[in-house]
Structures are given as C-alpha cells and as structure tokens.
C-alpha cells in the first residue's frame, strides 16, 4: 500500500507542483490550503507524512500552530517543513514544536523526495527491532543512525535530517578534517557553503543548549570542519 503525504500550502500553483512530483514517486498525495481544513481532514484520517507551510493564508504563523496540534494528536507522524522562512529563528522554531525537518522552498524536488524518503525510513526503524541498530558512542555522544537519533550526556538533541547527516559524517571518524562539499554530500545538500557553515552554527547552539561546555566540533580554519580526536 501506497504512503500517503499530507501537503499544507495556500499557494495552489506551488502545492500542484510538489503534489504531481511527489506522485510521479508514487505517493498519494493531497493538498489542503488552510489550517483549518486539514485539521478537518486529519481528524477523520491522518496521513503518513505532512509537509506544511509557515504562513497559511490569513495566519503568518497558521504553520507552526498545525504543528503544535498534531504533535499533541500524532507523536510520531512525521512533519516536514518547507517555507520561504528559513532564517534560524523560524527552523528552531519549527524543530522545538516537534517537526522532525525543516527545509526552505529554495530546495530542489530531488532533496525534497530525499528527505521525505529518511523521514520514512527513520519511521520504519522505530518500528522495527532494535536489534538491528547502529549505535555510534563517542564521550558524550550517543549517535543511533537507523533511528536518526542524537544525544549528548543522556539529552536529545533535536536536529533535521540535513543536520543528522552532517554529524554523522564528522562523528564517523573523528579528528579528519571535513570539507564543506564533503559535509553537502553527506547531507545529500546542494547549497552554497555559507549555507554549509549556517549549519554547522545551528549545531553547535543545539548541542549548547543541552551542555554550554559542549566544545566537540572543531572549526579548521580554510579547511573545513571536524569532530574533536
């Protein structure tokens, strides 16, 4: 049986086009323009992903209240965000009422089905048996890789796939230096490496947030990135 995406948009063009890629990989797939009427319709049946919008018509923030309402409804349905509003206080935002990625419309189709993919596999390994887990442990650091977790000193940190995947690939071997574009391959990102270092900031104050001493990732001056030997 085919998942099916929720897509919470007020521009109609813009729903159509992500709603026909999205079909042509094989999701069903349905639009809603407002907060209101998608509440009406996940009442009645939620679907298995939602991709939701900031600003909904009338509401400059109808976005992040729909997902406040289903995080309480559904704790683990997957919620994406895709907004125009990407600025670090819109994403932590987005990711503190329980979003589980936060991408901004500059994305390409190809990043977004991407992440809709990780998201589903990340879904299907809470499902699945733990027996099958990776677990990365370095000091402080608990890197669980089927179930996209992360954690510092026994506290989650909420990071988005993007994020996920950029710890991920500095963890693996700490103490080598990473790239910028080694840090966008891994993340499966094809941003400017501004954009890359825009990141890596957001990182670190999530980390800090949990442990103001937290010091792990190392900024290599011309070179890149890396996580402390």
Known sequence: MSRTIAIVE??????ANYAEA????????ATFADRAGALAAFTLRLPDLVVIDVG????????????RELRVRAPTLPILFLSARDTDLDVISGLRLGADDYLGKSVSLA?????????????????????RETVLRL??????????RVAWQDAEIALTVTEF???????????HVR???????????????????????RIRR???????????????HGAGYRWRP
């Open 22 to 29: 999205l079909r042509r990989y094989g999701y069903q797939v």
């Open 111 to 131: 990043q977004l089905t991407a992440r809709i993919q990780a998201l589903f596999r990340r879904l299907d390994a809470l499902r699945g048996p733990a027996a």
């Open 139 to 148: 000091r402080g650091l608990t890197l669980e890789v089927e179930r996209m």
């Open 56 to 67: 909904l018509g009338a509401e400059a923030e109808g976005g992040f209240e729909l997902c």
């Open 206 to 220: 999530k980390f800090e947030a949990a442990d103001p001493a937290f010091a792990e990732i190392e900024t290599m």
């Open 165 to 175: 995947w950029m710890v991920h690939a500095l963890v693996r071997h700490p103490g």
């Open 179 to 201: 790239s910028r574009e080694q840090l966008m391959r891994e993340a499966q990102v094809e941003v400017d490496e501004a954009t890359v270092t825009s990141h890596v900031k």
């Open 10 to 15: 007020d521009e109609p063009a813009i729903a």
